[in-house]
């Protein structure tokens, strides 16, 4: 924790939720801790099934029911957010925070014009008139990248492509001048050409202020969009620091494990190691680390011991019981005496 | 390396191929050439990667390849037999000979069969391939040979992980000795650390068996890792096609310039990355492309010229084929 900086905009700490199901309790995040200060931006990097979108629904408040989300403290800008009732909940999300998924055709009304729901933002939490709202709409539009928005204001969410689609939930997300603003895979249903230009047009809001959780599982992505990085493993912060610190030199060796297995398009080819085995079910975990029987190594004590998200260089921390090896890059006895194959 | 035959496992002419799409509220029709003139080749033991984005027609071109859409004109050559000419032992060979491995295997394997079921599925066409009291011993070998555990054969797809169904759907396509599997997006929807595990398999599976790939994605990640050659299509035309090494350290098309650039790499948090080329706006409709040469809309090369005359794919004096006017012998690195 740096004590330099003024109170944090977003604080989780101590995040868990579990899910109720027919075959017991599950627990897709265990104990997730961090923070985001103003006009900062945080990647939160795992693969299927770490956690990373249940992480940010909690934060949220957008989880079903039968999800129980504890956490010591969720904060944002000084507000405790856990018991917030519906009513404050939606006065947030909508003029303080913000949030875009990867598909964006599911998050728009198909029956109403695309030019309606951006309106429909002002008119509802700022009780403007039809034509202010459209006006303002037009602006929206032409801001994020949209061409001849006063014309595509009647268009219907169908009759724009991908990218476009992307940018008017952009443009819904941005209306009402949200401070935080969370990406869930922002870019990853759509063709590379466009995924350069939403990610061009996030980093300009972020430098203009804008708090940014980008929520990916592309390193590339985050590389280009996000200043810190924590990475999730089968629910659990596994590493976090700048992506300047972890990339080049990772101190978990499922970081190292993703940057090694990450083609490259441009730069040096290298070439690409995969990670052995699959990612664990989470509602059978292995015993100690959760990433042992996958891990280049492990050791006995992996085994057995799960280890705790520490500090482990300022401004760096890892779960990982040999994290100073990791990260000096000393070479390392592969597999000594660890049950793993 | 594999003894080369003469004649190319694939080979297209001028190959024209698409769909018919309703327009307006008359319904009427019109046709949407998706692929419009290819000519690529694929040679024995060696992948070729077809990279595009959604809509350049990499699809329909498979599609066609295969025998599951007719082409409009030109010509399909599997191991040197046209394909719109074939009876129907020589469709059947051609379904033997040419195999497909698609991007979700939770769509594409049966969820009612076992792993061993669908594995040996194609012996029902192909019932000459293995004798019916070697198939259990054949399957648990194919089983091993993906990398799965052969005691798995009685599990059925969800048992699995995506990475474990995709390697099923890799031994279902081995299972009649194909000479080229297409593998369309095979391993987008895999996360990066089973990404790399099927690919490596994938190349090791040529290595031993000769196989060639046609590798259709939009990765360009994905393609420097295992591409022999590379041919960048837009809008259903190919633009370039090179080497890998080329097309990698020479992009002489801006669009493939433009892909290369927009790619995201682990290697952009470094303070040296910079934008490159951003392009505007959207890809045109292949429904409605631009005249002349049909990236021109978003070029920043763009003259007059370039609506008028359609650039070949030629050399231009440079290593490799290249589509466009302006395209300079090599690019300076």
Known sequence: ?????????????????????????????????????????????????????????????????????????????????????????????????????????????????????????????????????????????AQVGIPDPAARLRDYPHQFSGGMRQRVMIAMALALEPRLLIADEPTTALDVTVQAQILRLLRQRQRDGLALVVISHDLGVVARSARRVVVMYAGTLVESGLVAEVYPAPAHPYTAGLLAASPRARGTAGSVRPIDG????????????????????ARERCTVERPKLRVVAPGRESACHFAEEVLTGEPTKRGTGAAHG | MNQRSEEPVLRTADLVAGYQVRRGLLGRRAEVAAVAGVNLTVREGETVCLVGESGCGKSTLARSVVGLLRPRSGTVLVAGKD?????????????????????????????????????????????????????????????????????????????????????????????????????????????????????ALLAQLQEELGIAYLFITHDLGVVRQIADRVAVMHLGQIVETGTAEEIYQQPRHPYTQALLSA????????????????????????????????????CWLAEPRCATETPELAERGGPHLVACHFARPTVPT
């Open chain 1, 1 to 141: 924790m740096t004590a330099t900086e003024e109170a944090p905009l977003l604080t989780v700490s101590g995040l868990n939720v579990a899910i109720e199901g027919a075959a017991g309790t599950v627990q897709p995040v265990r104990d997730v801790s961090f923070t985001l200060a103003q006009g900062d931006s945080l990647a939160i990097v795992g693969e299927s099934g770490s956690g990373k979108s249940m992480t940010s629904l909690a934060v949220l408040g957008l989880l079903p029911e039968q999800a129980t989300v504890r956490a010591e403290d969720l904060r944002f800008d000084g507000a405790e957010l856990t018991g917030l009732a519906d009513p404050d909940w939606q006065q947030l999300r909508g003029e303080q925070l913000a949030m875009i998924f990867q598909d964006p055709l599911s998050a728009l009304n198909p029956a109403l014009t695309v030019g309606y729901q951006i309106a429909e933002m002002f008119r509802r939490h700022r009780g403007w008139g039809r034509s202010r709202a459209r006006q303002a709409a037009v602006e929206l539009m």
């Open chain 2, 83 to 199: 394909t719109a000419k074939l009876d129907r032992a020589g469709r059947l060979e051609l379904r033997k000979n040419v195999q497909m491995v698609f991007q979700d295997p939770f769509a594409s394997l049966n969820p009612r069969m076992t792993a061993g079921e669908l594995i040996a599925e194609g012996w029902r066409v192909h019932p000459g391939l293995v004798a019916e009291s070697d198939r259990q011993a054949e399957v648990a070998r194919l089983l091993a040979q993906v990398g799965l555990n052969p005691k798995h054969a009685g599990r059925y797809p969800h048992q699995f992980s995506g990475g474990q169904r995709q390697r099923i759907s890799i031994a279902r396509a081995l299972a009649v000795r194909p000479r080229l599997i297409i593998c369309d997006e095979a391993v987008s929807a895999l996360d990066v650390s089973i990404q790399a595990q099927i690919l």
């Open chain 2, 263 to 298: 790619a995201p790499s682990v290697d952009d948090w470094t303070d040296d990355y910079t934008e490159g080329i951003v392009l505007q706006g959207d890809t045109p409709s292949p429904a409605d492309p631009p005249s002349g040469c049909r990236f021109r809309t978003r």
């Open chain 1, 278 to 297: 699959q990612p664990p079910d989470i509602s059978a975990l292995p015993a100690g680390c959760a990433f042992h029987p996958r891990c280049p190594i």
